[in-house]
């Protein structure tokens, strides 16, 4: 397991590289998988536009917290139960079960292949930029709300691995349908 902080954030950025590539091959490995689903459902597509939209706002948020100078803004301090959630939950890679996605995460139906792929390449490197672009102490610093409690953060180091975590659960649910 690697560390979730600044001086491996090129370890995490790599796993989330070969987790995007998990969902990518999941969601594309036969014809017509990108549109099917199970009833109910979303579709392989779906999951993919999901991701998306999920790392486009991590992305924003994480861009918007970085000052034109170049500076990063002092992170919150964490209470016991998100220290928690973060060395328990986070750190190990779990990803919960059962959750149901806040309204802006759902994607459209239907969401065009070729378009969602290359935003889901876009997005991933926008946090590469991201990683890149900082020293190993603006890594750490850099935060942003949790998305389903704003109370709580994320650093950068902490969101790549939410990230790949949550791209390889649905890299499962899409190879499920085929």
Partial sequence: MVAMDGAH????LADLDRAIIELERAATREPGLWERSVPGKWSAGEHVAHIVATMAESAEGFEGRVTSG???????RRGPLQWLWVHLVIAPGRLPQGGKTAPRFVPT?????????????RVTERHALLVRSLSVA???????????????????????RVHAVH????????????
């Fill in 138 to 160: 603006d890594r750490e610093r850099l935060w942003i709300p949790n998305p389903f409690l704003p109370q709580w953060h994320y650093t950068l180091p902490e969101i790549l």
């Fill in 9 to 12: 954030a090129e370890e995490l």
């Fill in 109 to 121: 139906s239907r969401p065009e292949r070729g378009a969602t792929l290359e935003a889901l390449h």
């Fill in 70 to 76: 170049g500076s990063v803004l002092r992170r919150p």
């Fill in 167 to 178: 791209a390889r659960h649905h890299a499962n649910l899409a190879a499920e349908i085929a």
